[in-house]
């Protein structure tokens, strides 16, 4: 499903205009990069958990050349999907 799919599903499941949709859609994803980024976790129960996860300052290797390069330090977002979310994709 792509996020257009989503807006469309949201606006015909809703009964709203597209454009309200899309702008719910658009402030739901707005508020989980805001608390992401202020390092919160954001919990959506039956659904999964977002966390900001952080990588320290490594040395790497180009596998092209072998050439050793320094990793920089990171964050990026996870994604644990709750209880309900893993039961309903494994039902037979």
Avoid: C, W, Y
């Amino acid at each position: 499903m792509t996020k257009a799919e989503l807006i469309e599903s949201v606006a015909s499941k809703v009964d709203l205009p597209r454009a309200t949709a899309e702008k719910v859609v658009n402030v739901v994803f707005d508020d989980i990069v805001a608390a992401l980024r202020q390092g919160e976790k954001v919990n959506i129960s039956g659904f999964g958990t977002f966390a900001v996860a952080t990588r320290k300052a490594r040395t790497g290797r180009n596998p092209k050349t072998g050439e050793t390069i320094e990793i920089a330090a990171s964050r990026s977002a996870k994604f644990k999907a709750g209880k309900q979310l893993r039961d309903s994709l494994n039902v037979s």
